[in-house]
């Protein structure tokens, strides 16, 4: 491939370090495992500290030091050598003492006395004028830690955006690529009686080769986006831990130890206000899978009475608890069904983005509830589609309490190597991530794995291949992915065909359409249009939208941009939904105007994506009253 030495050069890091994931993956298990094992197996993290959010640690958000570095000068030097001592950002070294120790030492960096910033969040916080960078940034700061004999520590991160070195007092303890998926890493043995330091090189550039692309509809938000925590726990403890109900109505375990002692060790599954508890004992690999009839009182969870249990794992010194709703989730023909029942999904999508005039992906309890609640309370809507990455586990948690359900997905986004083993090597990865952090999540019942993907057979293989992960992962819920259609004219009328051969991969089709906005139909014929398919399968609207600046008003002759073409824009696609058979569900583009880089028309953008429905200061527009409404009638007639 063409492209400048730079770029040459960050690509075969990428990899390198996606072939080292690979290799750490594969010697965190077993070597009778991995003999056993067949080739299509999901890859796992080495460690997935399931419920760390809720686990005892220490917390290490808050005052952290930053220091740009655009050029990488804390990597390598400028022939391409390692860098020098002058230049090491991630050295335990106190750069004044040094320089006061020897007057010849040179240092061009000091972490101690560079700006702080609290954490999380992205760095257009620390600085707008990094609106548009997208390159490395170091973030350092010193905490006390005291370790215990017999206890393990790990170093847990929510997500940093996009790769992500880590350097404990001075030494590299891990590596990791993808902005919005958790990782940990172990420090036991590293960790000093007192005083340490960690180091993080958070790096937001991206090549051809990773998940996302570079080109994509949203900001960048670089930087150390979501919590830290120092994480202890005993020698053995709980790694994974999913507590659900099956299909047919028995609450079903799956428990995984890590640890010296993980074989043949004793478990207990409690779930004190149902008076249940279940007692099983791991294997030779440290699992514990069992099934028991469900308890009497049980209440499953749905929408308006999303009923939440505290459960607790307990094997040996360690005891996990989480708080999980019960529920089930299926298709039948062309319906999706929830504890049994037909739904239909009234949703719209969001972004992991605040409302405000300046967001900068700072989500936080509050900020989650503010936009859910929106979707919820004000839109009637009782489905949100977490686009266009894993949302963090704040929203999905506020997800939960508040009864929304929810799509989750990876972001395999328009212009991606569908060709590239280390491109699907970073999907699978990032997809296993998503779904053992959240599988004890009730709200979630679609994990996507891709969104406006052009038709190609390596991209269909690439996607397949994702679909099957999720099913080995997750086989309780269902597997979708939002595709392109096929349009058709024929005597004047106007056919959407959905025949994309991904579709045999899932249980529920998706379909972004713009028919109208994107395309120079007249919004009366919308609802004229035929949409078929010869796949006897549920079907979402995963997008539709117009954009529309918040106060334009135009009702005469409601030109593009205006809150008026948007509103009827909404009316005649509704029209034209109300139409589909098989459809099932709605999730249009887009709760809450968005920033995005694409968008520079000089009157109506100006960097951002107008498709909300409210403002991004939380201003609604005439579209967001036809929407609440159309879903205030289906609510009516479905008796909710």
């Known amino acids: 491939m063409n492209g400048t030495k730079g770029e040459k050069k960050m690509i075969t890091a990428i990899r390198t370090l996606l072939a080292l994931a690979a290799a750490l993956l594969l010697a965190a298990t077993p070597a009778a495992a991995q003999r056993d094992r067949p080739p299509a197996d999901p890859p796992r993290p080495a460690h997935i500290l399931a419920a760390a959010d809720l686990r005892p640690g220490l917390d290490l958000g808050g005052a952290w030091h930053w220091s ?22 991630f050295e335990d070294v106190v750069v004044a003492e040094a320089e006061a120790a020897d007057p010849h030492a040179l240092f061009e960096y000091d972490m101690a006395r560079s700006p702080l910033v609290d954490l999380p969040s992205s760095w257009i916080t620390h600085d707008p004028t990094l609106r548009h960078y997208d390159g490395l940034v170091w973030y350092q700061r010193r905490f006390d830690a005291a370790p215990r004999p017999g206890r393990r520590a790990f170093l847990r991160f929510g997500a940093v955006d996009y790769a992500a070195a880590v350097y404990l007092n001075g030494e590299l303890v891990g590596r990791h690529q993808g902005g919005f998926t958790p990782f940990a890493f172990e420090v036991t043995g590293r960790l000093r009686d007192g005083g340490n330091v960690v180091t993080v090189a958070a790096d937001a550039e991206r090549s051809a080769f990773t998940i996302p692309p570079p080109v994509t509809d949203w900001e960048t938000y670089g930087g150390i986006t979501r919590s830290v925590r120092l994480v202890e726990v005993p020698a053995t403890y709980v790694d994974d831990a999913w507590v659900r109900l099956t299909r047919d109505g028995r609450l079903a375990v799956t428990v995984r130890l890590d640890g010296a002692a993980a074989a043949g060790a004793p478990v207990r599954l409690l779930i004190p206000a149902l008076g249940f508890a279940l007692d099983g004992r791991t294997g030779a690999d440290g699992s514990w899978s069992a099934e028991a009839p469900a308890p009497t009182g049980l209440e499953r969870w749905q929408p308006g009475r999303p009923t939440l249990y505290d459960v607790e794992i307990a094997a040996g010194e360690d005891v996990l608890r989480d708080r999980i709703g019960f529920r089930t989730v299926s298709v039948e023909g062309e319906r999706i069904l929830l504890n049994g029942r037909p739904v239909f999904l009234r949703g719209v999508s969001l972004h992991e983005e605040e409302i405000g005039a300046e967001p900068t992906r700072a989500t936080t309890p509050a900020s989650a509830r503010a936009l859910l609640t929106e979707a919820r309370d004000g839109l009637h809507a009782n489905f949100v589609r977490l686009a266009h990455y894993p949302h963090s586990e704040v929203m999905t948690r506020a997800a939960d309490e508040l009864g929304l359900l929810v799509w989750s997905e990876i972001p395999v986004y328009w212009r991606i190597a569908f060709d590239s083993p280390e491109t699907l090597a970073a999907a699978r990865l990032m997809l296993a991530e998503n779904i053992l952090r959240d599988r004890n999540r009730a709200s979630i019942i679609l994990w996507s794995v891709g969104n406006e993907t052009p038709v190609s057979a390596p991209r269909t293989r690439f996607l397949a291949r994702l679909a099957a992960d999720v099913r080995a ?27 994309d051969p991904l579709v045999p991969d899932l249980d529920v089709m998706a379909v972004n359409t713009y028919n109208g906005w994107y395309s120079r139909d007249p919004l009366s014929a919308l609802p004229g249009f035929v949409w078929r398919s010869d796949h006897a399968k549920p079907l979402i609207l995963s997008e539709f939208g117009a954009d529309a ?12 941009y205006s809150e008026d073409y948007q509103a009827e824009y909404y009316r005649q696609t509704l029209a034209m939904a109300d139409r589909i058979p098989f459809l099932a569900g709605l999730s249009p583009w887009i709760l809450k105007d968005f920033r995005s880089p694409r968008r520079q028309h000089p009157v109506y953008q100006r960097g951002w994506n107008r498709k909300g429905l409210i403002s991004e200061t939380g201003v609604r527009k005439l579209a967001f009253a036809v929407l609440a409404e159309h879903y205030r009638r289906r609510a009516q007639g479905e008796g909710e």
């Open 473 to 499: 992962h997750d086989p309780s819920r269902l597997v979708t992915a939002a595709l392109l259609n096929r349009r058709e004219e024929r005597d004047g009328r106007v056919e959407m065909v959905i025949d």
């Open 68 to 89: 740009i570095d655009p050029y990488r000068d804390g990597v390598a030097g400028f022939h391409g050598e390692p860098a020098g001592r002058g230049h090491r950002r």
């Open 549 to 560: 600046l918040a106060g334009f008003r135009d009702p005469g002759r409601m030109p593009r």
